[in-house]
């Protein structure tokens, strides 16, 4: 018999294809993941939860950083050049990003979350803040309602740089939405619960505008939503009499705002000192609120611990 012989190449080419198809229809075999950076924490665990174990997500503001006072470094200009997809905030709140993506000769899909929300126009004590470029209130995170458009927004981007996993991501985004209607109707629950002269309280900055507009309260603030227009000695004076006058049963320490100003606030109004809310970002992976849900469960379990009637 004859015997036949295959040319060296031949047969290189012939193993390389076979090993390419052992890896790729391997169980557990997966595309690359997909590298995904966002302006901060809250947009990092939403696109975690819809990206699921396609992609790698990184925060340039991480978790218990204050959002309104980063100052962008030459790093966060290279891990976007090499990103797959920027997300942002948007409404004023991160606006030195699109910025950075341009000096950075990104050249993929820069994605605004809130895009899509009503927004909120930036109010404190009565008065519009004119301390934001778009002059609205950028925490629109604060109504969960909101969440379902930014889990949407953040799906459809995916789906559009990666449709091999399309099915993937609306999975996870119908799951997500899930469990953002059952926060939504606990958060409606206990907040019903409580008799309107209780639904009135004083916080570090002006971040829960959505919140108070989505569930029925009010929020005082001594600080603008941007987070850096110190307020004046006669706001201040105003805000206490406000609540000795009022009764307002509660004020509340923030975890990314100095706790100076409303120690003083509460000192000297007599209020009572009601816990600490987290509005810009989420705790470490070890604290409370290590995720969008779990904080904003945090929230509401501090605002009825001191707010509801006993």
Known sequence: MALMRFPFRFLLRRACLTMFLTFAFAPGARAAEIEIVTSFSILADLARQIGGERVSVHSLIGPGQDAHAHEPRPSDARRIRNAGLVILNGLGFDDWLPRLVHASGYRGTLVVASNGIRPLAMHNHGHIHHDSPRHVDPHAWQDVANVRIYADNIAAALIAVDPVGAETYRTNATRYRAALDELDADIRAAIARLPQERRRVVSAHDAFGYFARAYGMTFLAPVGAAGHS?????????????????????????????????????????????????????????????????????????LMAALAVR
């Open 230 to 302: 110190a307020p004046g000695a006669r706001d201040v004076a105003r805000l206490i009499e406000q609540l000795r006058n009022e009764k307002i049963p509660a004020v509340f320490l923030e975890t990314v705002v100095d706790s100076r100003l409303i120690e003083r606030i509460r000192a000297e109004s007599g209020a009572a000192m009601g816990g600490t809310l987290y509005s810009d970002a989420l705790s470490p992976a070890e604290g409370p609120a290590p995720t969008y849900l779990a904080m904003m469960r945090h929230n509401l379990d501090t």
